[in-house]
């Protein structure tokens, strides 16, 4: 597994909740980072990028809510989210476009996804 994501959970509405997004030691470099959400008969949306110098770029419908951050020192991102709404309720994907130890070449990768569920 090449990137890792964890921290997904139940939360009431008005919570917050701490993604996390670990690349594996096989992971030389990474450029962009993202977070995409896929809510029950949605398509997969992007909700936070960040790149390698740590701007940002947010869904319109996270701004305010969401930070994203990452370790670039531990090839880690994460998500923080606050004033959760049942709307946010999605599995919640990482996505890397990062170089491999041994490669030239930046690929894209996915981590497995990790479940929030915001009740009302």
Same mark, same amino acid.
């Given at each position: 597994v090449?990137?890792?994501a *964890?921290g997904?959970g139940?939360?009431?509405?008005?919570? %917050?909740?701490?993604?996390? @997004?670990?690349?594996?030691?096989?992971?030389? *470099?990474?450029?962009?980072m993202?977070?995409?959400?896929?809510?029950?008969?949605k398509?997969?949306?992007?909700?936070?990028?960040?790149? %390698?110098n740590?701007?940002?770029?947010?869904?319109?419908s996270?701004?305010?809510?969401?930070?994203? %951050?990452?370790?670039?020192?531990e090839?880690?991102?994460?998500l923080?989210?606050?004033?959760?709404?049942?709307?946010?309720?999605?599995v919640y994907? @990482?996505?890397?476009?990062?170089?491999?130890?041994?490669s030239?070449?930046?690929?894209?990768?996915?981590?497995q996804?990790t479940?929030?569920?915001?009740?009302?």
């Amino acid at each position: 597994v090449q990137l890792q994501a *964890s921290g997904g959970g139940l939360v009431q509405a008005g919570g %917050s909740l701490r993604l996390s @997004c670990a690349a594996s030691r096989s992971i030389a *470099s990474i450029n962009d980072m993202g977070w995409y959400r896929q809510a029950p008969g949605k398509e997969r949306e992007l909700v936070a990028v960040i790149r %390698s110098n740590s701007t940002t770029d947010y869904a319109d419908s996270v701004k305010g809510r969401f930070a994203a %951050s990452r370790d670039n020192a531990e090839n880690t991102a994460y998500l923080q989210m606050n004033s959760l709404r049942p709307e946010d309720t999605a599995v919640y994907y @990482c996505n890397a476009h990062a170089r491999p130890w041994g490669s030239w070449y930046y690929y894209n990768y996915w981590g497995q996804g990790t479940l929030v569920t915001v009740s009302s």
